[in-house]
């Protein structure tokens, strides 16, 4: 028999060990060993014993044979990875900057197998009249309990093994010798957990408008004709794109296709899950953070097995296993916490497109306020643009912009604009819910004047700049500082510095506004526990509360149709962030907000509370015109060259001591400057550069538990560009490693700047 070698990565996340080490396969695991199984081999000098992962088998030995090791064995428990998934892990690991251990752990949403779930039942096997002839026997001697179960098997041939160790009290040991004795047989089954617990409302669909109609025939027309494509739905808030989602899948699952609907948050899985539940049953099940280990091994099984066809939740459920895939659907594209921000920072987006492109499947891009990234793409030819302009039900709210510098003057102090308390006092008058949303994204930095609106901004960048210990200003991109200023220099007036609220405090000042007003409160602080997103929902739902009070996770996708009234307490908490992204998600989190409001029959009001009411993400979003919004975002994205325009890397350096990470990212940027930057180039405008280094500089929250934290960027048209440089500096630190206490992260387009 000919010797077969096994290309094994180690499961260490260490740079210097990602590749692949070569061992040879012994006789006794040469018809056991497969592709992507975990394994155990020994590493290193000592030989230590070390799991890794099988990544590809042959019959060529690469080295000296003589000093080939053995594979030990497979690791029981541990969990395969498909062929599929090896090839994401390389494109991940390619793509996003990682090493290929941490890439395959990635795609791994079960880390190890786990127990399976036992069903036992009792089962007679002898006739009656022999039964109530040891029932008797038993009487005789005083075996209370066994009398018990050979008077019920009397009765019934079958009983569950835990109502007779329980109710009847019977012990394992009896059960044990009545099976020896050849009086019962006890049966064992094994099933897979399921942690969907719903009560099952049939729901075949509804009829489907023409334009949602043809959005669904063009997809399956496509994907039947061997042409699966990406393709971004944009339809304004309460437009129905749930409806086109469903649709299209009930059309897969009937194709026998399995179906992936990826979500923005966990808080928006119970709403969701109900639908897709109404029409599914049982063939469609969640994956997320809540569940067990248990419970997540059993729905990667139940996958492959085809038990499910339908999976929802958040980034993780795109690896979920299915052997069938026919489309991925992204609800809410738009939504940053489909970037991980853990290594490797990939993008859901994006390894969606080519989770689909290793399966020959469907990518569908939902959002009322898509992404510019989306849109531009789609505005370029590289999606496919669906448009829903109208609402099923009712129209869109009429919107209240509030000046709050006006509020200030007119002697009005509290957090609550004389709008928002009219309209507030007309709901609870009329027995109306309403939404009260505090925009806190973004709040720990920018200073702005309370009276005129000023907010401080770096003159390099167009960014804000945030506040810091000890009185300086601060941009996070390029590092410059200022003194901060103890009156405004736009007006004079001493009204200038951060801001500081809460949802408890706005809950604490509502319920002084309005005794007696109901409230239920959404956050991080009372989102804790596992259930606690859909009690808090289901309750609201259900008319247990009159106000709503939370912070972003309340206006992302929700459908109540009681609520008629929205406020936003303070729109410029996001607008003001150090971010060139800032005008985006304003205009996304208020046009989502706003979009919460009037969507049953009952007609709906929005209130805007801004120091900049003049600011053309807040006129675009009262306006719910994402295409104004858009044209004037993406001129301003040309001009300073980011994303989607351009491409940007963070290269993120992270030190236990101020000057060692100042040195790590000012050799590692150095080393970019030399290689990639031309010296002609320098003498050019920033935004005409073909290649542009920023920084480095402190990050936003210098120091975390102890660790500094160091940034720098580097912009470029050419994605494969910023690819080579991050493969660049991972020679140079191969070659110059860092000192213990020192590591490096890269991150490609990043959604939030460090």
Excluded at 519 to 535: C, F, I, P
Excluded at 597 to 625: D, K, M, W
Aim: aromatic share 8%; proline share 4%; with cysteine.
């Amino acid at each position: 028999m000919s010797e077969l070698y096994a290309d094994v990565i180690i499961d260490i996340s260490h740079e210097k060990l990602d590749k692949p080490f070569q061992y040879r396969v012994p006789d006794r695991l040469k018809n056991v060993l497969e592709t992507g199984m975990c394994v155990e081999v020994p590493f290193g000098n000592g030989n230590k014993l070390r799991k890794g992962y099988c990544i590809g088998m042959g019959e060529v030995c690469k080295f000296d044979p003589a000093r080939i090791k053995e594979v030990r064995g497979v690791v029981e428990g541990g969990v395969s990875i498909e062929d599929k998934m090896i090839s994401l892990a390389g494109w991940i690991r390619k793509n996003y900057g990682s090493t290929m251990i941490q890439a395959l752990k990635t795609v791994l949403p079960a880390k190890k197998s786990v127990k399976k779930v036992e069903h036992r039942t009792i089962q007679r096997i002898c006739g009656r009249e022999e039964l109530i002839s040891l029932m008797g026997e038993s009487g005789r001697r005083g075996q209370v309990a066994k009398e018990r179960l050979l008077r019920e098997l009397t009765e019934q041939e079958s009983i569950p093994y835990e109502w007779v160790t329980g109710r009847l009290g019977v012990s394992p040991q009896t059960l044990s010798s009545l099976e020896k004795a050849g009086v019962i047989r006890i049966l064992r089954s094994h099933t897979l957990r399921n942690p969907v617990k719903l009560e099952q409302k049939t729901d075949q669909g509804r009829l489907l408008s023409n334009e949602q109609r043809r959005i669904v025939d063009e997809v399956m027309a496509d994907f039947d004709g061997g042409k699966p494509d990406v393709y971004l739905l944009h339809g304004i808030t309460g437009s129905g794109k749930t409806f086109v989602y469903m649709q299209i899948v009930k059309e897969m699952v009937e194709r026998g296709r399995q179906c992936i609907v990826l979500i923005p948050e966990i808080a928006l899985t119970y709403q969701t899950l109900l639908r897709f539940y109404a029409m599914f049953g049982n063939r469609v099940s969640v994956m997320n953070s809540n569940l067990s280990p248990g419970e997540k091994y059993d729905q990667c099984e139940r996958a492959r097995n085809g038990e499910i066809d339908v999976i929802i939740g958040p980034r993780s459920a795109l690896f979920t296993p299915f052997p069938r895939l026919g489309i991925i659907i992204l609800d809410e594209e738009h939504e940053g916490s489909y970037k991980s921000e853990s290594t490797p920072k990939y993008h859901a987006r994006e390894t969606a497109i080519e989770v689909a492109r290793l399966h020959g499947a469907s990518v569908m891009l939902g959002s009322a306020t898509p992404s510019l990234e989306a849109y531009y793409r789609a505005e370029s030819g590289e999606y496919k643009l669906f448009l829903l302009k109208e609402r099923l039900k009712g129209c869109l709210p009429q919107v209240h912009v509030v000046d709050l510098r006006r509020e200030l003057k007119e002697g009005n102090t509290s957090i609550f604009s004389r709008t928002l308390q009219e309209l507030l006092a007309e709901r609870l008058s009329r027995g109306e819910q309403s939404i009260l949303f505090l925009n806190r994204r973004g709040y720990a930095g920018f200073v702005s004047c309370r009276s005129c609106g000023h907010v401080m901004k770096c003159p390099h960048c167009d960014v804000s700049l945030s506040e810091h210990a000890g009185g300086r200003l601060m941009c996070h991109y390029c590092g410059y500082t200022e003194e901060m200023p103890r009156l405004c220099p736009q007006c004079g007036s001493r009204y200038i510095s951060g801001f500081r609220a809460g949802t408890q405090q706005v809950e604490e000042k509502l319920r002084q506004l309005f005794p007696g007003v109901r409230t239920l409160r959404m956050d991080a602080d009372t989102t804790r526990t596992k259930g606690s997103y859909e009690k808090i929902l289901s309750a609201f739902s259900n008319g247990e509360a009159d106000v709503l009070i939370g912070t972003q996770m309340i206006v992302k996708g929700h459908d109540f149709p009681r609520v008629t009234m929205v406020g936003v307490l303070a729109a410029d908490l996001s607008l003001n962030m150090s971010d060139y992204r800032a005008g985006e998600r304003t205009f996304q989190l208020l046009a989502q907000a706003v979009g919460r409001a009037g969507r049953g029959e009952l007609a709906g009001e929005a209130v805007i509370q801004t120091y900049q009411p003049e600011h053309y993400a807040v006129v675009h979003a009262a306006q719910q015109n994402y295409e104004g919004f858009y044209g004037e975002e993406i001129i301003y994205r040309e001009m300073v060259g980011y994303p989607p325009v351009s491409n940007m890397l963070a290269v993120q350096v992270f030190s236990k001591t101020e000057e060692a990470g100042i040195a790590m990212a000012g050799r590692l940027a150095g080393e970019v400057k030399e290689k990639f930057v031309k010296p002609d180039e320098g003498k050019r405008e920033a935004h005409m550069l073909p290649l542009q280094l920023i920084g480095p500089a402190p990050a936003t929250i210098g120091r975390i538990n102890d660790i500094f934290r160091f940034v720098f960027y580097v912009k470029s048209a050419k994605y494969g560009k910023l690819v080579q440089i991050k493969d660049m500096l991972e020679e140079e630190l191969h070659r110059q490693p860092p000192a213990g206490g020192l590591m490096v992260q890269f991150d490609f387009n990043p959604v939030h700047i460090m």
